[in-house]
């Protein structure tokens, strides 16, 4: 007997199970939109130019080597980092008032912050979007904080539930910390204006809540990526404390090298100071120290302005070609007359569009035309080609008439 006897076979992951299925199924016609991976108009994976340039310079700097980073990674790349977000004028950076440590990319930032505030935190309480990406449940509560959610999307107009939402924050026990999505929010594609953002910042403020920001998709969003770093931008500039979780893994196309930084914004620069200490701590015993590879890319790009500007337009190039995919959609249900108002999917904003089909149609369009996609009815627009746009449109016309 096994010493592993009483254990159950666990269910698959709800996102990486569908490439699971998609990956078992014989059929060359098969179309996978579950993934969360920009795929080229030919439906490969994409390395950026700029990427395997920074590489090949990495390649043949003598001067570089495998030793340890230290445990918060990499100087530069959270220096950069920090300032791709914030801004290069940004006070808490001139002021010197944040932190900020290279992690495993966006899900490691996300636990790394939510273990610091297990640890050092006084309201073990957050309060995540509904819906929201399924893993921030698991990440919090692993972590050992409670988690709440707060009103976000509206099933009736497929847009922003603004005034739940500020209800929501509102009846918050003050001082809780509040997960948003800094752009292009997973699975709903559905952001606030900047008006809006304003009105969120004066409520989470008003309660002296603590906001905990997840960029995945800077720059991914609307191809620019001073525009995707709007909302923190607004909620830093009034010189209250926040937590930033970035990836590298969408707009960089880094997705297997797992960069990404968590960043504590504090009041003051001696705070961040001891903030750093105890981060360090929260971090030695779970992995040591981050990997150097994708981190050494990422900073030589966003250091070199030469480099800078090529991702600048291949990032846009991606964001675009997204963009172009809404379109295609769009019109390729209008010409089948498909009945219902499509015009979300042209709105929705990232990697995704939240189509508004449910469970039984969405699995209907798997069974009878091998579209793979979430149960929630997400589809992955940056896995469409212009091959698969008008399968898509059969399955989806096929499945709400
Ligand atoms: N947060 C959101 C909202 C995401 O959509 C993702 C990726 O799908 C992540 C975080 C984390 O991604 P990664 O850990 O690969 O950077």
């Given at each position: 007997a096994s010493v592993f006897d009483h254990l159950e076979q666990a269910p698959e992951d709800p996102i990486l199970g569908i490439t699971v299925a998609y990956n078992k199924d014989p059929h060359p016609g098969k179309v996978n939109l579950g993934v969360g991976a920009y795929r080229t108009e030919e439906g490969k994976p994409l390395i950026l130019n700029v990427v395997r340039r920074a590489e090949e310079r990495l390649l043949a700097d003598r001067s570089k080597n495998k030793e340890y980073l230290p445990i918060t990674g990499l100087a530069d790349f959270n220096k950069r980092s920090a300032m791709l977000i914030l801004g290069s004028d940004s006070p808490a950076v001139v002021e010197k008032r944040l932190v900020t440590a290279q992690c495993l990319s966006g899900t490691g930032s996300l636990r790394v912050g939510a273990e610091f505030l297990a640890r050092h935190y006084g309201v073990k309480l957050v309060f995540l979007p509904t819906p929201t990406w399924g893993n921030h449940f698991k990440v919090f509560m692993n972590a050992g904080l409670a988690v709440k959610t707060y009103r976000y999307y509206d099933n009736k107009t497929r847009g922003l539930d603004y005034e739940g939402m500020l209800e929501d924050i509102g009846a918050a026990p003050s001082g809780s910390v509040i997960l948003l999505h800094a752009c292009a929010h997973n699975p709903t594609g559905v952001d606030p204006t900047p008006q809006q953002w304003e009105g969120i910042r004066q409520a989470i403020r008003n309660?002296?809540?603590?906001?905990?920001?997840d960029s995945a998709y800077q720059g991914f969003a609307s191809g620019s990526l001073d525009k995707d770093a709007l909302a923190v931008r607004t909620f830093v500039a009034d010189g209250g404390e926040c937590f930033i979780a970035q990836s590298f893994a969408k707009n960089m196309g880094l997705y297997g090298e797992r960069v990404g930084a968590l960043s504590i914004v504090s009041k003051s620069s001696g705070v961040a100071t001891r903030v750093e200490s105890q981060l360090k701590l929260v971090i030695r015993p779970m992995y040591s120290n981050p990997p150097i590879h994708g981190a050494s890319i990422v900073a030589l790009v966003l250091g070199d302005g030469d480099l800078f500007s090529e991702w600048t337009v291949e990032l846009k190039g991606m964001a675009d070609r997204i963009i172009s995919m809404r379109h295609k959609l769009y019109d390729a249900l209008r010409a089948r007359g498909t009945p219902g108002d499509w015009t979300h999917i042209l709105k929705q904003i990232g990697m995704f569009s939240f189509t508004g089909l449910n469970k039984e149609q969405v699995q209907f369009m798997t069974r009878e035309y091998r579209i793979y996609m979430t149960l929630d009815g997400r589809i992955s627009m940056a896995g469409l080609s212009l091959k698969?746009?008008?399968?898509?449109?059969?399955?989806?016309?096929?499945?709400?008439?």
């Amino acid at each position: 007997a096994s010493v592993f006897d009483h254990l159950e076979q666990a269910p698959e992951d709800p996102i990486l199970g569908i490439t699971v299925a998609y990956n078992k199924d014989p059929h060359p016609g098969k179309v996978n939109l579950g993934v969360g991976a920009y795929r080229t108009e030919e439906g490969k994976p994409l390395i950026l130019n700029v990427v395997r340039r920074a590489e090949e310079r990495l390649l043949a700097d003598r001067s570089k080597n495998k030793e340890y980073l230290p445990i918060t990674g990499l100087a530069d790349f959270n220096k950069r980092s920090a300032m791709l977000i914030l801004g290069s004028d940004s006070p808490a950076v001139v002021e010197k008032r944040l932190v900020t440590a290279q992690c495993l990319s966006g899900t490691g930032s996300l636990r790394v912050g939510a273990e610091f505030l297990a640890r050092h935190y006084g309201v073990k309480l957050v309060f995540l979007p509904t819906p929201t990406w399924g893993n921030h449940f698991k990440v919090f509560m692993n972590a050992g904080l409670a988690v709440k959610t707060y009103r976000y999307y509206d099933n009736k107009t497929r847009g922003l539930d603004y005034e739940g939402m500020l209800e929501d924050i509102g009846a918050a026990p003050s001082g809780s910390v509040i997960l948003l999505h800094a752009c292009a929010h997973n699975p709903t594609g559905v952001d606030p204006t900047p008006q809006q953002w304003e009105g969120i910042r004066q409520a989470i403020r008003n309660r002296g809540h603590l906001p905990f920001f997840d960029s995945a998709y800077q720059g991914f969003a609307s191809g620019s990526l001073d525009k995707d770093a709007l909302a923190v931008r607004t909620f830093v500039a009034d010189g209250g404390e926040c937590f930033i979780a970035q990836s590298f893994a969408k707009n960089m196309g880094l997705y297997g090298e797992r960069v990404g930084a968590l960043s504590i914004v504090s009041k003051s620069s001696g705070v961040a100071t001891r903030v750093e200490s105890q981060l360090k701590l929260v971090i030695r015993p779970m992995y040591s120290n981050p990997p150097i590879h994708g981190a050494s890319i990422v900073a030589l790009v966003l250091g070199d302005g030469d480099l800078f500007s090529e991702w600048t337009v291949e990032l846009k190039g991606m964001a675009d070609r997204i963009i172009s995919m809404r379109h295609k959609l769009y019109d390729a249900l209008r010409a089948r007359g498909t009945p219902g108002d499509w015009t979300h999917i042209l709105k929705q904003i990232g990697m995704f569009s939240f189509t508004g089909l449910n469970k039984e149609q969405v699995q209907f369009m798997t069974r009878e035309y091998r579209i793979y996609m979430t149960l929630d009815g997400r589809i992955s627009m940056a896995g469409l080609s212009l091959k698969t746009v008008p399968l898509l449109a059969d399955a989806i016309h096929a499945a709400v008439t």
